[in-house]
């Protein structure tokens, strides 16, 4: 497992961030971010792969604390964009994209939370379908409602072997 | 190496915590704590988690949980920050979790922790937070309802 890149926001905001020059070398891509939007309210995060969005979308099984949801969306996020009504918090997400580098579609598999100091939260499995035949070479992420990331909020993106 | 153990202890005899200490490993990033959850007797038991010397009360931390037990299928908020949980455990019932937390050397944001957990009747996660902004210098495993049994174990692993 290696680090293949990564960005931090140490100051500012940023619409997204993106993740490039992926390299080939290896079989799987694990993306770990936190992250909080300029947005007083939870929302998803936008993914973009090699630049497209076309076709994706989401099976989720989640919950908010007290109810439980489960179902099939036609959208591309990947886990939660924390609001910034929790102070200081950010939300946590862990996607893998097995065989990165194959022409066929891609199956992405998402564990994600947005936590708060006090009741409730958002936690959750997905899995996002994206029908990307090409290599995984960057990999974009926005937090839905035009909104933007805020400082602190950190993105990784490793190649796993 | 950017995934590498850092720490890990199996427990030799019945304990009601588990100290880790980790001041040493500010070239993380990330950490990734794996638990094997054994408790004496059957019945109820689970695993607290908190953070440096905050460990008197619950008053600093946050937690909610979905679950999902023979069909069943619930959440709610609670008290404490929770990473593993079985109602009944067993010799062939032991829960095991995979637990989250990001940032934990970043001083100025607070703290999430984003676990998964499962035993041969319940799957769920837990999310929540410890109301703090300091760096973590320290976790403590806490026993919840009863102590944790010899063989207890747990795995730690940095992310840069």
């Known amino acids: 497992m290696k680090l293949l890149g990564k960005t931090e926001l140490t100051s500012g905001a940023a619409a997204y961030v993106e993740l490039t020059g992926i390299s080939t070398a290896y079989k799987d891509l694990m993306v770990v971010f936190t992250n909080q939007r300029d947005t007083s309210s939870v929302d998803g995060v936008i993914t973009t792969l090699n630049g497209s969005t076309s076709g994706f979308a989401i099976r989720y099984f989640d919950g908010d604390g007290g109810a439980t949801r489960t179902g099939f969306i036609g959208n591309t996020f990947t886990g939660y964009a924390q609001g910034n009504n929790v102070t200081s918090l950010f939300a946590s997400t862990i996607f893998i994209i097995p065989n990165y580098n194959s022409t066929a579609n891609k199956s992405i598999t998402v564990l994600s939370a947005a936590p708060t100091t006090g009741s409730g939260g958002y936690l959750g499995f997905q899995n996002l379908y994206a029908p990307v035949t090409s290599g995984i070479t960057s990999i974009r992420l926005a937090p839905n409602g035009a909104s933007n990331f805020v400082q602190y909020s950190s993105f990784y993106v490793y190649g796993l072997e | ?160």
């Open chain 2, 1 to 160: 190496m950017t995934h590498k153990l850092l720490a890990s202890g199996t427990l030799g005899s019945t304990a009601s915590y588990i100290d880790i200490d980790v001041s040493s490993y500010s070239g993380y990033k990330h950490l990734e704590l794996h638990t094997y959850a054994l408790f004496p007797s059957t019945g109820v038991g689970g695993t607290k988690i908190y953070f440096n010397s905050d460990t008197a009360s619950d008053t600093n931390y946050a937690c909610c949980y979905t679950e999902s037990n023979n069909g069943s299928i619930a959440g709610a908020t609670i008290g404490g920050l929770y990473i593993n949980y079985t109602p009944n455990h067993s010799s062939s019932n032991i829960p095991s979790a995979t637990t989250y937390i990001n940032n934990f050397n970043v001083s100025g944001v607070k703290k999430p922790v984003m676990s998964r957990f499962g035993a041969s009747n319940m799957i769920g996660m837990y999310t929540g937070a410890w109301n703090d902004t300091s760096a973590i210098t320290s976790i403590r495993l806490s026993s919840w309802t009863q102590s944790f049994a010899a063989g207890y174990s747990y795995s730690l692993y940095g992310l840069v």
